[in-house]
């Protein structure tokens, strides 16, 4: 999954973000803790990582993330027509298995085949970068987020020892994510699924695991069955502002869109609580309200571009694989 400005260092100088000399001594401390708290082989890991060194290209890619830009450029990332077309041939390819996760998991199929398609492409863009070489190069050599990626540094070589894989032959993002769904280590560990009951969870290769994956993390963050995700909102005047902060959580309710001037053109339980979103455009803002399921979408990744580009993704989906089921059957 993408990671949304992990940086504070955004918009300085890539030489303020690290100098590139991994402290061997951080090494060292992290080494123990694997041996002492996990039990890993003392020898076996420092022969892992002792050659293992910080690479520069990552460092530049973190400070440059999609989710920086307008959501009027970044929509054209992902809202394209052969974006949507390949989202419908997954979903044909597919339907028994999405419609086992749906009927499991409660997560619409739609949303399952969009995270991939903006994950991805559909499985046609994993990472060029192993994952050892992006986590060691972040947890060692990106001060702002050191904490973090040693977490998932952790947690990549807990699930390698787990799922009898080497952890210097797993390819990924630039900061770590891995296989279809772009899993973290530690999302993998917690959230990836054996749908296949083969015995591995293999988010590489095994389609069905992909599926079940990410609609288990879904579930597991509470997605709401039968609900929306998010309605466009009309307004007069600005003083829908107010409403416009960094939080992502649904804050404020229903009954209080009328003091903002905010007006959405479908109804909804009165305690219903929502998010005011102002989207940049080109001219002006573009306004939604964000209910639950939006705020879900954003566990995936911390960005409302991201959660609206999924949720439009995979409207356009299911309006495509409509609209030629209907020709096929005039």
Known sequence: MRLKNLLPCLYLGLSACSTLNTPPEAVQVFVDKLVNEHQFDRAELSDLMSPLQPQADILKKITRPAE??????????????????????????HAQLLAEAQRRYGVPAEIIVAIIGVETRYGQHTGKHRVLDALYTLAFDYPARSAFFQKELENYLLLCREEHLNPA????????????????????????????????????????????????????????????????????????????????????????????????????????????????????????????????????????????????????????????????FP
């Open 68 to 93: 920086a830009l307008p959501w009027y450029r970044y929509r054209k990332l992902f809202l394209n027509d052969s974006r949507i077309d390949e989202g419908v041939k997954f979903w044909q390819d």
């Open 169 to 328: 032959d797993l390819l990924g993002s630039y900061a770590g994510a891995m296989g279809m769904p772009q899993f973290m280590p530690s999302s993998f560990r917690n959230y990836a699924a054996d749908f296949d009951r083969d015995g591995r969870r293999d988010i590489w290769h095994n389609d069905a695991d992909v599926i079940a994956s990410i609609a288990n993390y879904f579930a597991k963050h509470h997605w709401q069955v039968g609900q929306g995700i998010a309605l466009p909102a009309t307004v007069s005047g600005t003083h829908y502002q107010r409403a416009l902060n960094n939080t992502l959580k649904p804050d404020l309710r229903l009954a209080e869109l009328e003091s903002l001037d905010l007006k959405i053109s479908v109804p909804l339980a009165l305690d219903t609580k929502v998010k005011v979103l102002a989207l940049k455009q080109e001219q002006g803002e573009e306004l939604w309200v964000g209910l639950d399921n939006f705020y879900c979408l954003t566990r995936y990744n911390q960005s409302p571009l991201y959660a609206m580009a999924v949720f439009q993704l995979s409207q356009a989906i299911v309006n495509k694989l409509a609209l030629n089921r209907k020709g096929a």
